[in-house]
């Protein structure tokens, strides 16, 4: 399936496609619990995306930090999966997006992401989107915060969205948004909070929170599936876990206490806001 890359991208199926859009998430330091990869995953699977190449995995991962994963496919068959980056076409009704995703790299960032750009110039999508999650206080029984930026003004303006602030350590995905930024790429950043006490995957609520602030950016429908049911399932497993222990029962309280003191009730503009976009969407589904 797919091809492994090194050259040109002109002879891939990555021309001429429907208002494309670009969507990334790399697994690991910005991937917690799988929420930012696990979008990903979801529309991959959800839009039967077929895979247009993936990256030769010895070029940019250490095998003993990200290990090839033994699979059995019958009693008497096995196979490796090496660890790589795939970037797949997954056709929605009203346009293409493009889905990058794997591993975050080891090795060789640069020559990683201007291999992306050489993809990115071939695609001229509209918008890059990268995902992302983190470990942090939120509660988990309340909405998931999302974290949210983009990369021009104008391109803030028009999503209610915030210009980059942060300074620090940075993954692939802050590397690449800045590639993008200096190719006339505009780019917007979404991530989403993970229960630090919940930090094992998967993490179906951020999943869908993160899938639904994505809906909004692109302005297009996405398929949520069995996501909210997940969702839901998660929240009430994490609800009986905690029941029992009255010392952890008591830190969510005041997070959620701190929470609620935070986000006040939505005012009646922000519900006929959001009222508005709910009927957008539907009307586009048709």
């Not at 999302?146 to 602030?165: H, K, N, Q, V």
């Not at 639904?212 to 949520?224: F, G, I, M, R, Y």
């Not at 010392?247 to 939505?266: C, F, Q, V």
Request: aromatic letters at 8%; hydrophobic letters at 40%.
């Amino acid at each position: 399936m797919g091809q492994h890359y090194s050259g040109p991208m002109a002879r891939l199926g990555l021309k001429d496609l429907r208002n494309p859009a670009v969507v990334a998430a790399f697994g690991g330091w910005s991937d917690a619990g799988d929420a930012a990869s696990g979008v990903i995953d979801h529309l991959a699977d959800t839009y039967a995306a077929r895979l247009e190449f993936s990256f030769d995995p010895e070029d940019f991962y250490d095998f003993q930090v990200n290990r090839p994963t033994a699979r059995l496919l019958s009693p008497t068959e096995r196979v490796i999966e090496w660890p790589t980056t795939e970037v797949l076409v997954a056709a929605l009704p009203e346009r293409d997006l493009v889905l990058i995703g794997g591993p975050e790299p080891n090795y060789r960032w640069r020559e990683y992401c201007n291999r992306l750009m050489s993809m990115l110039r071939t695609v001229r999508p509209r918008i890059v989107v990268t995902l992302g999650s983190m470990l942090t206080d939120a509660p988990h029984s309340r909405p998931v915060p999302i974290s949210t930026s983009a990369s021009d003004s104008e391109l803030a303006r028009e999503l209610g969205f915030e210009l980059p602030s942060y300074e620090g350590p940075t993954g692939i995905a802050g590397v690449l948004s800045q590639e993008c930024e200096g190719a006339g790429i505009p780019v917007a950043s979404l991530w989403a909070s993970v229960p630090h006490y919940v930090a094992e995957p998967p993490s179906p609520k951020a999943t869908l929170a993160l899938l639904a602030q994505l809906e909004d950016v692109l302005n297009t429908p996405l398929d949520s599936g069995e996501l909210s049911e997940a969702a839901a399932a998660w929240e009430t497993q994490v609800n009986e876990l905690v029941a029992d222990d009255p010392d952890i029962s008591g830190y969510i309280a005041a997070l959620e206490s701190r929470r609620d003191e935070e986000m006040p009730p939505p005012t009646g503009d922000a519900i006929a806001a959001e009222f508005e976009r709910y009927l957008r969407r539907r009307d586009r589904r048709g």
